[in-house]
């Protein structure tokens, strides 16, 4: 039986390996990529390698970054009394878009979750709290995880930590609709969200 | 404005150079790609690479190959009397999982249509006829440009081109659903669509 030919048949294959890819649509990306510009081609290639050698997680936060400590860490203008906690560096982006929040995060890179197995040591918690130990700055925890059942779950874990040694958490509260993503939500949602926040 | 580090950020903008692929999706890949195993995200960029130098169009027929003349036209095995036309490379493959022709193939590299601007003399036309003209061996020229109005349009303009010469020129027919890809059909369709070909 013919087959495609070798380059092809591993650049299909490459393409299976992103989520939501099949082989029908990788076949079809993959014959698009012959016909794009070769400019463009040695740039996708590039940058896929640049992005997995030049990033790291932020040794501070957890937040995806070139340089480390992070440019949000290293910034003597932020608000060093505030710590914004999220699922991941996506949402961090969201929460910088809506241009209201000036204080410092951590990303968890992840939830608890029964379901998939995920325990509070497999998520940047214990960084968290060596942050916290740390610094006598910090007067307040704002948890942002998604309001998923997950993260609310993680969000009441951190508040049984985090309240005992005197400091304020507090959680995103309004707008955000049962189930949605915080990085899907839009800017006023979000200004909304922070502004009506809870003490937990 | 906080934005992504520029790896991150060059990364998201190839990934949005595919089709189909818009700024949201395109930022979930990249952080994807992130997460992949180092291997993994080597061998997608080499294999961008390596399909865009490495592969071309067969000189003889058009279909992408490695090695030119393709595998197909230097196989001394097949029926030289047939040459089947096909629309674009990935229809060889469909055709061959069928297992039933064994004859050659031309691909057109498009299709003849007044909508998108694309003439006879946009597509690989003439170096089918030449094909024609060189050879005597050909008997049958199978048309199997897709069941849409510009596939009908453009195997009714081969067929007035190539029946002069005294050629037998067939279409595929049965099976085929109006408005059907041929990449998408299964073999037993495309077997019976082979079979119940009409002499146009």
Redesign the interface.
């Known amino acids: 039986?013919?087959q495609?030919?070798?380059?092809?048949a591993?650049?299909i294959?490459?393409y299976t390996?992103?989520?939501g890819i099949g082989q029908?649509t990788a076949?079809?990306?993959?014959?698009?990529?012959?016909g794009?510009e070769?400019d463009?081609?040695?740039?996708?290639?590039?940058?896929?390698?640049?992005?997995?050698?030049?990033?790291h997680s932020c040794s501070i936060c957890g937040n995806?970054?070139?340089d480390d400590p992070c440019?949000?860490c290293r910034d003597k203008t932020r608000d060093r009394s505030k710590i914004l906690v999220v699922e991941?560096?996506?949402d961090?982006?969201a929460m910088?878009?809506m241009?209201e929040y000036h204080g410092l995060y951590h990303v968890l890179q992840g939830v608890i979750s029964p379901v998939a197995g995920t325990g509070p040591e497999d998520i940047n918690i214990t960084s968290l709290l060596k942050r916290l130990q740390k610094s006598d700055e910090v007067k307040e925890v704002i948890i942002a995880t998604n309001a998923s059942s997950d993260g609310e779950l993680t969000a009441g874990y951190l508040a049984k930590l985090i309240k005992p040694a005197g400091i304020k958490v507090t959680r995103l509260a309004h707008g955000l609709s049962v189930g949605a993503d915080i990085d899907?939500a839009d800017e006023m949602t979000l200004f909304k969200a922070v502004q009506g926040r809870t003490e937990m």
Request: hydrophobic share 40%; no cysteine.
């Open positions: 039986m013919m495609y030919p070798e380059p092809l591993k650049l294959e490459s390996k992103l989520p029908k076949t079809r990306l993959a014959f698009y990529t012959l794009m070769e463009d081609v040695t740039n996708f290639a590039k940058s896929l390698l640049s992005a997995k050698r030049d990033l995806i970054t070139e440019p949000i991941q560096s996506q961090i982006m910088e878009r241009h899907y």
